[in-house]
């Protein structure tokens, strides 16, 4: 399934860091403490940066009932994972937004947690394990997109499937909160937890800021906006382009450059603002009778100051899904933080994660 397109440079490193350690060995830890724990410090560091910059996240993609989908993938250390993420995207929903949250909780798990990220159909251009680029033109509704991702999560759940099955998680951000309801909706007895992030799961187009930007994502409007943006690629040079992403300042310098490389293009936009209008249409009034039955899988995090998902959906949560943990942001986070607080999000999400696993790693350890 989630073939590494190339292991040579992960292999190459874990060879260095067993020879470092054997190196090492001989000495007794008084000795190594005092005269070469620098510099064991510093080579196991810069072996690790290494390691991080160069095979992490592995990128893939792999075909799911006939859609190719761009797959961004961290394997554990160890031979067997013990905990599996699936990281659902809210919208625009490319999988690279996710890379310094994913990697920061990765991190802290490393020996023992797989973590897969698989971006929306027809959100971006990526390179196939055959290193051309893929450029699909279709767009997709919010059922075709949900639909696929529930076969994207039953061929993960059928990969793991072992004697020793690894606990399964999903983790969803924004809109892809939604997308993790509905495949627990299905798959429920297969899922161990569900992590919903700033969950925009009810009646999206009655908050601020779909009211604010509903205008965007009539038919008529958005193929306007998709035939501007090709338009734009078609006038000016890319580095013009860049210039002008970056000066919006509404993303940082690594998610200016990803927008305009994997998403700015007319197929890409016109699919988000198609999925976008679905959201208005379609997520309407709350499952409260799911969250009643099924509330317990849940850990629900929402914002204070967030125009997506208002602090009565908050309130209206916290009394339905008595079972499940709700809690509210204590540390000013944003709804959007993959755009500049992915390291405090992840630092959240590796506190409840700690939670479902610590006790239970330490004892198979």
């Known amino acids: 399934m989630l073939v590494p397109i190339d292991t040579a440079a992960v292999k190459r490193i874990e060879s260095q860091m067993d020879a470092l350690v054997l190196k090492y060995s001989e000495y007794d830890w008084q000795t190594m403490l005092s005269v070469h ?3 064991y410090c510093k080579q196991a560091d810069m ?5 991080r910059q160069i095979a992490l996240p592995l990128r893939t993609s792999w075909l799911v009932s006939g859609e190719l989908r761009e ?3 961290w394997p554990c250390r160890s031979r067997q994972a013990r905990a ?12 690279d937004f996710y890379i310094d949250f994913c990697t920061a909780i990765h991190d802290e798990f490393i020996e023992h947690m797989d973590i897969i990220c698989v971006s929306h159909l027809g959100h971006t251009r ?3 394990n055959r290193g051309l680029v893929y450029r699909n033109k279709k767009t997709y509704n919010l059922e075709e997109q949900v639909e696929n991702m529930i076969s994207v ?6 990969e793991y499937a072992q004697a020793d099955r690894p606990k399964m998680f999903l983790c969803g951000h924004s809109v892809g909160c939604y997308f993790a309801q509905k495949i627990c909706e299905c798959r429920s007895a297969r899922i161990d937890r569900v992590f919903s992030l700033f969950p925009a799961i009810e009646s999206i187009g009655m908050t601020p800021r779909g009211r604010e930007l509903w205008f965007l994502f009539q038919p008529g409007v958005r193929h306007v906006l998709a035939g501007v943006v090709d338009m734009i690629r ?3 040079p890319l580095r013009v382009i860049h210039a002008m992403v970056n000066a919006s300042k509404s993303l940082n310098a690594d998610n200016s450059h990803l927008v305009v490389d994997k998403m700015l293009h007319g197929p890409c936009v016109n699919s988000v603002l198609r999925m976008a209008a679905d959201e208005m249409r379609k997520i309407s009034g709350l499952n409260e009778e799911f969250y009643r039955t099924f509330g317990h899988k849940f850990v629900m995090y929402y914002g204070r100051n967030d125009n997506w998902v208002p602090l009565e959906c908050f309130e209206k949560m916290r009394q339905v899904n008595t079972g499940g943990k709700v809690t509210l942001c204590e540390n000013n986070i944003s709804h959007a933080f993959v755009t500049s607080q992915s390291e405090d999000m992840a630092l959240v999400m590796t ?3 700690k939670d479902e696993l610590h006790i239970e790693l330490d004892k198979k350890c």
């Open 37 to 39: 724990g620098n510099d």
């Open 47 to 51: 072996l690790l940066d290494e390691y």
């Open 71 to 73: 797959t961004l993938y």
């Open 84 to 95: 599996v993420i699936l990281m659902i995207p809210g919208n625009p929903g490319l999988a």
């Open 126 to 128: 990526f390179g196939d």
């Open 153 to 158: 999560f039953d061929k993960i759940d059928k």
């Open 234 to 236: 078609w006038l000016f």
């Open 351 to 353: 506190g409840l994660l």
